[in-house]
């Protein structure tokens, strides 16, 4: 089977109060929202057709960043960290935040002893973001 690639949170929140939380969750761990894909959006323009409110949000921790990237420019295909926002209902939201330890082991980075102390403590802050969530 497949290693889960992320761990999921449902809200009882609406799409934008959930992002807004989210993003807030995010920052409290130190990481910044470098990029916002609004899937919808791009599938309402680029298709012509709807979809639910759906965003990928690219978290970026810039100091883990940079010794990441420091040790292995190829690091950079790993980066950012995706975290998903997505209505499920009404005044309800999924959020999916990817496992960093998951990824590394998927691309075989994880031999890589700085590679997996970043994945560590970035997975460590990506978990105390779920919680904070969660409470």
Aim: charged share 20%.
């Amino acid at each position: 089977a497949m290693p889960a690639l992320s761990v999921d949170v449902p809200l009882p929140l609406a799409f934008a109060p959930a992002v807004a939380r989210v993003t807030a969750a995010l920052q409290a761990e130190g990481f910044g929202v470098l990029t916002r894909a609004d899937v919808h959006a791009a599938f309402r323009e680029k298709l012509g057709r709807e979809f639910r409110p759906y965003t990928i949000l690219g978290a970026c921790n810039p100091a883990l960043a940079h010794t990441a990237l420091s040790a292995r420019p190829d690091a950079g295909l790993l980066l950012p960290c995706n975290v998903i926002v997505e209505e499920t209902g009404p005044g309800a939201s999924l959020v999916r935040i990817v496992d960093p330890d998951a990824m590394m082991r998927t691309a075989g980075f994880e031999h890589d002893p700085v590679l997996a102390g970043v994945g560590a403590e970035a997975a460590a802050r990506l978990r105390r973001v779920a919680d904070a969530l969660r409470a």
